[in-house]
């Protein structure tokens, strides 16, 4: 059967302000009125019900999944008493899965993209979960088509083609600096690294403990006290004395058989102030700029997002150009388009 495993542990330091330790990204609203982890649960629910989604996110915001997501069991909500990255928090919910359901495809996703049309990302997924359940060895990667020369995201180089529009991963590709991301961009050749993953559960299971055996060693104790009076406390040592990794590092750069599928939906991460210019681009005045929840009057002033809290608020630009504003209710930000990879740095965890 599927099962869906949402991410929901990240931060997302680069839309600071709104996004800071107690209020992380997953829990912003876009669109719809709806927190992106809200869109995130409902656009799976076609494909897999909620009795096969597993939420992991941070201890302290598991009561407020619960309040956003009533239909998820409060069981099927994982919270990490620690921030270990991806392959442990993975491991985690292939431990749960297989309990159940020794045969089950995982989808594997974060829960703060956004996504159209939604039927043709579950059709995507339909076809990545009957690749891997015809070769069972495959880890299977979504990439997506860039258009545009970003320095935000990872790339995946592709290989060999393996059937009509699935590939081998040749190579995992950091976010790379300007000059190295026009030259993916003007090859063909590289897929934005949109971290959608589709796999066996017993495969990354079996791949996690190859690669990472301290990693697989906990596992095997946490999952030994499922079902036990001590399995909080099992949990929560054993996951904390986890190294922290992600699953790319981990498992995918290491793994024989990756395989990336090429997609076609609309897919924004929204991991950046700048991401809005996409998200919004059909609100743009006729000098560029955005407004979000929030009014503006502009002079001589250009290529602009303003994101505000209060729609009857008034900002007013003169002689403003390429500059994104955010007002929350204690915090300003204004800042350059181009400075935003500095913005991580306004705070620590």
């Known amino acids: 059967m599927y099962h869906s495993v949402l991410l929901a542990g990240g931060i997302g330091r680069r839309l600071f302000p709104e996004s800071t330790p107690s209020h992380p990204k997953p829990f912003l609203v876009f669109e719809n009125n709806q927190t992106l982890l809200e869109t995130s649960f409902k656009r799976m629910l076609p494909l897999v019900p909620p009795e096969r989604t597993w939420i992991i996110t941070a201890k302290a915001m598991k009561e407020r999944v619960r309040l956003l997501l009533p239909d998820a069991a409060e069981e099927q909500i994982l919270a990490e008493p620690a921030g270990r990255n991806t392959a442990p928090a993975i491991g985690w919910a292939a431990a749960k899965i297989l309990e159940t359901d020794p ?109 990472e055996p301290e990693i697989g060693q906990r596992l095997d104790e946490m999952r030994d006290s499922f079902g036990s009076n001590d399995e909080a406390a099992v949990t929560e040592e054993c996951f904390a004395a986890m190294k922290s990794i992600s699953i790319d590092y981990a498992v995918m750069e290491r793994a024989e058989t990756v395989g990336v599928l090429a997609t076609s939906f609309d897919w924004n991460d929204v991991g950046t102030w700048r991401a809005l210019d996409r998200l919004y681009a059909h609100e ?32 007013v630009l003169v002689g403003i150009h390429d500059t994104v504003v955010v007002q929350t209710d204690d915090t300003v930000l204004i800042m350059k388009k181009d400075q935003e990879e500095l913005l991580g740095n306004c705070f620590k965890e």
Request: net charge neutral; proline share 6%.
């Open 103 to 211: 045969d089950a495809v995982m989808f594997v996703l974060p829960s703060d993209h956004v996504i159209k049309p939604e039927n043709v990302f579950r059709q995507t997924l339909q076809e990545a979960a009957a690749l891997v359940q015809s070769m069972p060895e495959m880890l299977l990667t979504l990439g997506i088509k860039p258009v545009f020369p970003a320095t935000s995201y990872g790339y995946i180089q592709k290989g060999a083609e393996i059937k009509d529009g699935v590939f081998y991963a040749r190579k995992f590709c950091e976010k790379p600096p300007l000059p190295q991301a026009e030259e993916y961009f003007q090859s063909g050749q590289y897929f934005w690294n949109a971290g959608i993953f589709i796999w066996k559960a017993r495969m990354i299971w079996d791949l996690l403990h190859r690669y």
């Open 284 to 315: 743009r005045d006729a000098d560029g700029n955005i407004a979000v929840n929030v009014k503006t009057a502009a002079v001589n002033s250009s290529n602009c997002t303003v994101r505000g809290n209060e729609a009857n608020r008034l900002v």
